[in-house]
Nanobody, 121 residues
Framework: QVQLVESGGDFVQAGGSLRLSCSTS????????MGWFRQAPGKQRELVAI???????NYADSVKGRFTISRDNAKNTVYLQMNSLKPGDTAVYYC???????????????WGQGTQVTVSL
């Protein structure tokens, strides 16, 4: 089984910064896309940012210019640097990875358990 574990969530004041990390474990042949989603109370889960194995990134309009996604392919780890945080960024943040476990297996999407980010005024 593949596991994703997020860390770095915290309580921070508006304007502050946080860095989320997501590490992987288990049998992994390759990971194509890794990303971050978030879900605020009473709202649907939404895309925050994704990054391909080649480093191509895509961001939600709401976080462009404030958040930066990066990854370490050697460690199969993805990061999310969050600057200029706003109360509207408060949510549980989930990482995701499209994993091929062996060369013969199809790609499957895995999710972490989430880490809470709370931004106060």
């Amino acid at each position: 089984q593949v596991q994703l574990v997020e860390s770095g969530g915290d309580f921070v004041q508006a304007g502050g910064s946080l860095r989320l990390s997501c590490s992987t474990s288990g049998l992994i042949f390759s990971i194509s896309v890794m990303g971050w989603f978030r879900q605020a109370p009473g709202k649907q889960r939404e895309l925050v940012a994704i990054i391909t194995s080649g480093g191509t990134t895509n961001y939600a309009d709401s976080v462009k210019g404030r958040f930066t996604i990066s990854r370490d392919n050697a460690k199969n780890t993805v990061y999310l640097q969050m600057n200029s945080l706003k109360p509207g960024d408060t949510a549980v943040y989930y990482c995701t990875a499209d994993v091929r476990r062996t060369i013969l297996r199809p790609v499957s999407t895995y999710w972490g358990q989430g880490t809470q980010v709370t931004v106060s005024l």
